[in-house]
């Protein structure tokens, strides 16, 4: 199994809607990942915004994909650059660490995604 950025097991990011590029709930990846979808954060407002601004609309369902389009509070496995533009730009949507994948410290510090950290805790 995959480890995280804390060192262990990585844990599921999201079931529901169903999330990762393999689209197993994991923010796992692989060789033909390019965009590296490895970092397990909980949508907002300010980051959905964001980033349909920078050309990657989350928010529009597209049902021939099986996408229903997230909404503020939804998890996602996120593209490791565009959570560190975001954040880069102060709007980096909270992370969970123990869903986000090892391979995400090689472009993003695991200082910088500590300060964006939340416990795995679902409500």
Known sequence: MPQNVLGTELQPCCYEPLTGFYRDGYCRT???DYGLHTVCAVM???FLEFTVQAGNDL???V???D???LKAGDRWCLCVQRWTEAMRAGCAPPVVLESTHMSAIEFASLDDLRVHAITNEHD
């Open 67 to 69: 996408f229903p389009g």
């Open 44 to 46: 907002t407002e300010e």
């Open 30 to 32: 692989g060789a033909t």
């Open 63 to 65: 049902p021939e994909y």
């Open 59 to 61: 928010v529009t369902p």
